[in-house]
C-alpha cells in the first residue's frame, strides 16, 4: 500500500529506528533493503553487515524459493518462526509482515518480535497444566463469582462429571453452604491460604467428605482462588472402623473384667454350697424314711441345687466351666433338641430349622449346645410376645484376612456358622451394649435371671469361636455364631460304668484352705470309711507327710490355695511316692491348671459343689487299680 505522501519518509524512518522490536525491510529478492538499530542489537550485526543478508539468513523457514512464493501475493499477517543470530543461537520470534511502498518502491515490512520469554511461560504453563491434570488429588480453580476457570482430570472424576459439563458449574454447585458465595469468598481472601473440611456433592448427589486447602492467588490482574482437595472418603471410614473397634475391645475388656469377678464370686459361692449341700446329705442320712423333716432338708437341698446352676452360668461366662468337648454334627444335635426346644417356645411360635449341607464337624461339649440353644431359644422367645417365627440355621463359612479385618475375635479359617434369627420386638443399640454382661436384662423382676446370653458367650468364647448380633427395634435380632472347624479327630474313650458307691479304705490326705468345706469333707470322707488327716495348707499337708509313718494312698487337694497351687502340691508328695492317687476340687476351675488339663472327664477332678455320692464315686474311680501292662509274648 502506498505510504501517505504527506509524511516524510526520514521522519518515518527515524520512528522505525526508535521502536523496541526489530524492524526488517525486505524487498523482492528477498535483501534487507533497511533495518532498524533494534534488528542489529537483537541479531548481533552491524547494520551494513546485516544489510547484506538476505531474509532466508535470518528466517529458518523461509527459502528463496519460498520467498519468491510469498512475493508474488499480498503480505500480510502474523506467524511464528524462529531467527538466527550472529552467535549461531535461534530465537523464536513473531512476525507482523505488511506490503507498504515507500518512496515508490513495494517492499515488505516485517516487525519482529523475541517471544523466548513467552514460549518459557507457555511451556512452564503447559507443563504445570500436565501436573495438575495429573495430580491425584482434584484442583479447582475459582473465580471471584465462584465460576470455575479450570478443573483437573481428578476433579472430574472425584464428583463425576465430564470437564465440559464441569466448568459450567460454579463452586456453590458443588460444595453447598449456608454461608453465601460472596461472604466465603470475602473470607476466604482475607485468610489467603487456609486448610478445613468439606462436604462436596457428586453428580448423582453423593456426598463426599473432603478436605481442602485454598490458596489465593493474581492471575492476569484477577484475584482466584486455587482450592487443592483432598477426598475423605477412606480416611472417614477408616477413623470410623477404628472407633468401632475400640468401642469392641473396650466392651470385650469390660467383659472380660466381669468374667474374672463372676468367677471368683462363682467360687466362693460354691465353697458355700458345698457346705449346704454336704451338711443337708448327711444331716438328711440321720432321719429314718418318712421322717417330716427330710421334706425341709429336701427343699433345702433343691434351693441349693438350684443355685448351683447359677455359679455353673457364671463359670460358663467366665470361660472357667469344666467341659467335655468332642466331634458333633451341629445338624444332628439341632435336629435332636429341636422337639425339646418346641415345648420351650409354645404352639403360637413357629420354629424352623434349615440346615447347612455336607457341614463340617466342630469340637465342642454336647451339653454346652444344648445350653446355647435353650438360651437363645428362650430369648427370641420373650422377644415374640404376639407370636411369630424363630429360624435356626447352620451353614459352613470361610474367613479370609479381609473378612476378619472388621471382626474384633476372628482369625482366618474354616468356620461353622450357627444362626438364631428372630422376627421379634428387636433391640436398640443401648441394649445391644450390655446383653451379654452377667444379671443385665429387660425383663421385669423376677422374670429372668439375666444370665442367658452371658452364658451363650462364655461358651463360644471358651469354644474359640465368636458372637455377632445384629438387631433393630422392630426389626427383630440375629445370633451369628462362629464355630471354628474341627481340625484333627478326637477319639473318645467312653467313660467306666457308675455302680453304687462303695465304702472305701485306705488314708487319704484331704487339703483345704476353707475351714468349713474341709470340715465338711473330712465328715464325708470318715462317713465313707477312709482314714482322713487333714490340713488348712500345702505346708501343712507337707510336714503331715514327713512325720507320719503310716503310708498315704490318696491326695485331696483345692486346686488354689494361698500358699502352693495343688498340682505343684502333688508333684511334690510324687516324688516320694510315686504311686499316690491325687484327686482334685475346686469352685474356680480353669481349664488350664500348672501344664495339666482338668476338663469334665477327667478321672483325677471334681467340681464343687459336690455330693457324698458324687465324691464318693470319684473316689472309687481315682483309687482303682491301675491296668496292668500287657506280657510280653516270646
Not at 621 to 628: E, F, G, H, I, K
Request: charged share 25%.
Amino acid at each position: 500500500m502506498p505510504f501517505p505522501s504527506s509524511v516524510d519518509v526520514p521522519i518515518f524512518q527515524a520512528a522505525i529506528d526508535t521502536a523496541r522490536e526489530a524492524v526488517l525491510w525486505v524487498d523482492g529478492e528477498g535483501r534487507l533493503a533497511y533495518v532498524n538499530e533494534r534488528a542489529c542489537s537483537w541479531l548481533g550485526y552491524g547494520r551494513e553487515e546485516l544489510t547484506r543478508k538476505r531474509i532466508w539468513d535470518l528466517d529458518v523457514g523461509t527459502t528463496p524459493e519460498r520467498w519468491a512464493a510469498v512475493w508474488r501475493t499480498k503480505i500480510g499477517g502474523l506467524t511464528e518462526t524462529a531467527y538466527v543470530r550472529k552467535d549461531g543461537s535461534v530465537v523464536p520470534v513473531e512476525v507482523s509482515a505488511k506490503d507498504l511502498e515507500v518512496g515508490g518502491k513495494r517492499l515488505c515490512v516485517a516487525f519482529v518480535r523475541d517471544i523466548s520469554e513467552r514460549r518459557a511461560v507457555t511451556e512452564a504453563l503447559r507443563r504445570t497444566q500436565a501436573a495438575v491434570d495429573k495430580a491425584r488429588d482434584p484442583i479447582f480453580w475459582v473465580k471471584s463469582d465462584g465460576s470455575l476457570a479450570y478443573v483437573n482430570d481428578a476433579a472430574c472424576e472425584l464428583l463425576e462429571y465430564p470437564r465440559e459439563e464441569l466448568l459450567r458449574l460454579r463452586m456453590q454447585d458443588i460444595s453447598p453452604s449456608p454461608i453465601s458465595w460472596a461472604e466465603r469468598w470475602r473470607r476466604r481472601s482475607q485468610e489467603g491460604a487456609v486448610r478445613f473440611e468439606r462436604t462436596h456433592r457428586a453428580k448423582g448427589g453423593r456426598e463426599i467428605p473432603v478436605e481442602v486447602s485454598v490458596s489465593v492467588i493474581e492471575f492476569e490482574g484477577e484475584e482466584c482462588h486455587w482450592v487443592y482437595t483432598r477426598d475423605l472418603t477412606e480416611q472417614k471410614r477408616a477413623q470410623a472402623d477404628k472407633a468401632r473397634l475400640e468401642a469392641e475391645l473396650l466392651h470385650a475388656q469390660k467383659l472380660e473384667s466381669v468374667g474374672r469377678l463372676a468367677g471368683g464370686v462363682a467360687h466362693d459361692f460354691n465353697n458355700m454350697l458345698t457346705v449346704i449341700l454336704g451338711y443337708a446329705e448327711l444331716l438328711a442320712a440321720s432321719f429314718p424314711e418318712g421322717d417330716p423333716m427330710l421334706e425341709s432338708l429336701a427343699e433345702i437341698k433343691k434351693a441349693a441345687c438350684r443355685s448351683r446352676d447359677t455359679t455353673r452360668q457364671l463359670l460358663a461366662f467366665s470361660r472357667k466351666q469344666l467341659i467335655a468337648p468332642r466331634a458333633v454334627d451341629l445338624n444332628a444335635l439341632v435336629t435332636e433338641a429341636k422337639n425339646a426346644l418346641s415345648r420351650l417356645i409354645g404352639e403360637h411360635i413357629a420354629l424352623v430349622f434349615l440346615p447347612g449341607d455336607a457341614l463340617w464337624r466342630v469340637v465342642f461339649d454336647p451339653a454346652q449346645v444344648e445350653q446355647t440353644l435353650v438360651n437363645l431359644i428362650v430369648n427370641a422367645r420373650d422377644a415374640l410376645p404376639s407370636g411369630g417365627r424363630i429360624t435356626i440355621s447352620t451353614s459352613n463359612l470361610h474367613l479370609d484376612a479381609e473378612d476378619c479385618r472388621d471382626r474384633l475375635d476372628a482369625q482366618p479359617g474354616d468356620y461353622v456358622l450357627l444362626a438364631v434369627s428372630d422376627n421379634g420386638v428387636g433391640m436398640d443399640e443401648q441394649t445391644l451394649a450390655h446383653i451379654f454382661e452377667p444379671f443385665f436384662s429387660t425383663k421385669e423382676v423376677g422374670k429372668g435371671t439375666g444370665l442367658g446370653l452371658a452364658t451363650v458367650y462364655g461358651v463360644i468364647k471358651q469354644n474359640n469361636g465368636f458372637i455377632e448380633v445384629t438387631s433393630g427395634k422392630g426389626h427383630g435380632s440375629t445370633f451369628r455364631l462362629y464355630i471354628p472347624r474341627m481340625q484333627l479327630p478326637i477319639v473318645d474313650e467312653p467313660l467306666p460304668a457308675e455302680g453304687a458307691a462303695a465304702r472305701g479304705r485306705g488314708t487319704i490326705l484331704l487339703v483345704e484352705d476353707n475351714e468349713m468345706v474341709r470340715d465338711l469333707t473330712r465328715s464325708m470322707l470318715q462317713g465313707l470309711g477312709y482314714t482322713v488327716l487333714s490340713a488348712d495348707s500345702a505346708h501343712a499337708a507337707l510336714g503331715l507327710c514327713e512325720s507320719r509313718e503310716h503310708k498315704v494312698h490318696m491326695l485331696l487337694a483345692d486346686v488354689v490355695m494361698p500358699d502352693m497351687r495343688g498340682p505343684e502340691l502333688a508333684e511334690r508328695l510324687r516324688s516320694v511316692q510315686p504311686d499316690l492317687r491325687v484327686l482334685f476340687m475346686s469352685g474356680y476351675a480353669s481349664s488350664q491348671v500348672a501344664g495339666a488339663d482338668l476338663t469334665a472327664d477327667s478321672t483325677d477332678f471334681i467340681q464343687k459343689p459336690f455330693t457324698m455320692t458324687e465324691l464318693a464315686r470319684s473316689l472309687e474311680r481315682v483309687l482303682q487299680p491301675a491296668p496292668r501292662p500287657p506280657a510280653n509274648r516270646t
